[in-house]
DNA sequence: TAGATTGTTAATCGATTAACAATC
DNA sequence: TAGATTGTTAATCGATTAACAATC
């Protein structure tokens, strides 16, 4: 049975589904539809119909999706049923609001070990879990059979700690570092890139046409005047 | 002149772009092709050069694009001429991270402020700049005309904090609280949001297929004996 | 039954990939 | 000139939107 593997983009939306799901729950909404869904979530409707679609009929024509029911669903479709153990490597600022956050707000997810490689950092205390050096984090990958890992160290040592972690078993990392990792390709990573979000939001904060318009006729110009020489090299 | 506003997924790529360039010039890099850009990126030799070309013909046949010649052109593109400055509202370990990596390692931007509504934050030193308390924002706000903000509060905080900013002349917000926020539409926002990240991570670190497959089978039984009842409201 | 909302198919839109002429 | 690589057009692919029959 082929199931194509469903798009990645379905994918990023299944957790915001589950978050609005969780907060209905918990103030005792029992049945939702995808237009009001829709509204939560920003998606239209119909994409939220469609992506449920994928993994099966969920809701009930008429009325909409049992929130119960559709958040067991959707938690069964992610793989969170139980708890996904994970470690945190770079334990700077970053890195303890990190661990800090899934140990103390994100229920699926528990942080098994918080490593660093500077020594002025080890031992330091996180929640309930101590800072270890990054050398002890083989074997505790080891020991709680570890899948996914965060990487928040600085740029220039984000490869070799990805080396470490896949080396050990790893098979996704969520990269904090601003740097394209490379990895064996069954290994999954997904960028969190401050940077490049916030560069792509000043792209928007200040008017478009007028910038690339000015940029144009500049370009314009140097076809005429050449400035720059390209025979170097 | 009509722009047709080039694509959000375009715009995700310059900043990459910028990155690599920057790293290729502070090696004395002077000439690149759109082929080792692939490389150094992982999008495609086409794609990159199509997303240049939406701007301009910045490069040269037979040779490919100068470094220092394209960065400028990108630095323009997204505009980052000159340093943007920002505020950062919550100063708990995230923002405390935000605060500092753009205040030390990005040099396009610069925090003029960071903001708290906890006392116990108020007062303390970021790098050079001090946590203030969340009223003192508006000020802060008019006095450097500040367009782009970062928000890393708890989720239940993140929505009057985007009200606020935005009524002084906020216009794009990276969101790192866990809500979709509501604001006018002519103001951006991007979500930077770990759980979401995460929790996709989750999904393609265990086998997929598996998973679905007896989600399925799940499916078939619930059909004949419903266990769910849809009739309350 | 009438009203509502899902699940699914078809139509559209947009983004990526392929191909190649232009040109350094 | 021969070799290389861009810039651009055309073809393909994939994702979103629209429409509506199914059905609670």
Redesign the pocket.
Known sequence: MRNHSI????IKRLPVYLRILDQLIRRGVEI????D?SSESG?????I??D??YF??????????NTVFLREKIVKIIGLESVTDTIVVGAGNLGTALTRYNLTKNPYVNVVGAFDKNPALIGKKIHNIEVLPLEKASKIIEKYNIKVCLIAVPADAAQEVADLVVKHGVKAILNFAPVKLRVPEEVHVHNADLTIELQSLIYYSSAEEERLSSLKDEMKKNKSSKTFT?NEK
Chains 1, 2 share one sequence.
Do not use: D, H, M, P
Request: no cysteine; hydrophobic share 30%.
């Open positions: 798009s990645k983009s379905v939702i539809s995808s237009k869904l998606f239209t409707a119909e994409q119909r469609k449920l679609a099966g009929a969920f809701g009930t024509r008429g009325s909409g999706y390209y």
